[in-house]
């Protein structure tokens, strides 16, 4: 079963805005990873944020994470149409490295 | 390099029918891993290999599931007697095999089963 949560499910924005993506999870991490996936099939990585990391940025993605508060969350600036995609996180616990996803954020930009 | 590749990218079966799947995972890459998918649902993880063996087969729903890996690269997974609900896009990822190492995906394998 999934054990993380995407909010919101779904989120239309015009194109050159910020897009801004939450997830919450559970119990205790080792490292949290955002995925896009075009089309429902192959999910290609974005950023890998490990547990004692609190931001990280990769070009137009910054990424944050709050353990405290068991959540992260995924911006995404001056928003273009190639980056409608669903975004998943990922999370992996310490001593197993499967990853639970969550529910996935349908986002889509509008030209 | 070649990425994560498997075979064959979509797969019609009959209910009852056996099926296999084949995952080629990245040139080195120690550990693999295989997910299914539902329609509007995230990957749900099924099993994973470190080399040739199963570290963890804990997501696999039921005894008709099953997995090999026998040459620590290629791995195949086997759905003996389909169910209408094992109808997925099942996903293949592949790591160097590290703690905490990035997962890189493959494009998956869509099973609609009649």
């Known amino acids: 079963s999934q054990q993380g949560e995407e909010d919101p499910q779904a989120l239309s924005i015009q194109e050159g805005e910020n897009a801004t993506m939450n997830c919450s999870y559970k119990t205790s991490i080792n490292n949290l990873q955002w995925y896009r996936q075009n089309s429902g099939r192959g999910l290609v990585h974005l950023i890998l944020i490990r547990s004692n990391e609190r931001e990280k940025h990769s070009g137009r993605l910054r990424v944050t994470l709050d353990t405290s508060k068991k959540s992260s969350s995924l911006l995404i600036t001056a928003s273009r149409a190639a980056d409608t995609a669903s975004y998943f996180c990922a999370r992996t616990n310490f001593g197993n490295e499967k990853l639970t996803f969550g529910t996935g954020t349908r986002l889509t930009i509008i030209p | 390099g070649a990425g994560v590749s498997q075979t064959p990218s979509n797969k019609v079966t009959e209910k009852g029918k056996y099926v296999e799947l084949r995952c080629d995972p990245i040139s080195g890459h120690t550990a693999l891993y295989w997910y299914r998918q539902s329609l509007g649902q995230g990957p749900e993880f099924l099993i994973y290999?470190?080399?040739?063996?199963?570290?963890?087969d804990s997501g696999l729903p039921n005894d008709r599931f099953f997995a090999v890996r026998p040459e620590g690269s290629v791995s195949t997974l086997k759905i003996q007697r389909t169910e209408r609900g094992d109808s997925a896009v099942y996903l293949c990822?592949?790591?160097?095999?590290?703690?905490?190492?990035?997962?890189?995906f493959g494009p998956g394998t869509r099973l609609t089963v009649l």
């Open positions: 990822a592949s790591s160097l095999g590290q703690p905490g190492d990035t997962q890189y």
């Open positions: 290999f470190q080399g040739t063996g199963a570290a963890d």
